[in-house]
């Protein structure tokens, strides 16, 4: 099994998709980049869940650095599951930047009809 890497922010009706790919159980880990709203209102239990928080208003690199921090040493393996169906283009780029950064192999995934799809 792969770790899961997913932004959890804003967009109207974009934690339905987000939390249903969280909730199957065939990620190792879940790591989900959040807001400190989001951080507050997550009603989520999984074991190996991580939650990484950032601050939108931030500087593009700082929330990327907080990213990097957040994850380094804790992925397992050369590849993550990615889904940024939520959040702002900014946090979208800190987090593939990060990634990237990190030397991890992505691959897009996002959830329809009830079963997890590559992208």
């Not at 507050?40 to 500087?59: G, M, T």
């Amino acid at each position: 099994m792969t770790d899961l890497v997913a932004c959890l922010s804003t967009g109207k009706g974009t934690w339905t998709n987000v939390l249903q790919l969280v909730k199957k159980e065939e990620f190792t880990n879940v790591f989900l980049i959040v807001n400190d709203w989001a951080k507050d209102n997550l009603k989520l239990e999984r074991a190996n869940l991580h939650v990484i928080v950032v601050d939108a208003n931030s500087k593009l690199q700082v929330i990327r650095g907080m990213i990097i921090a957040g994850l380094k040493d804790k992925v397992k393996g050369l590849e993550v599951a990615v889904n940024i169906d939520s959040g702002s283009g900014k946090e979208h780029t800190a987090i593939l930047s990060a990634l990237i950064n990190l030397g991890f192999a992505l691959r897009f995934v996002s959830f329809e009809n009830e079963e997890i799809i590559e992208i």
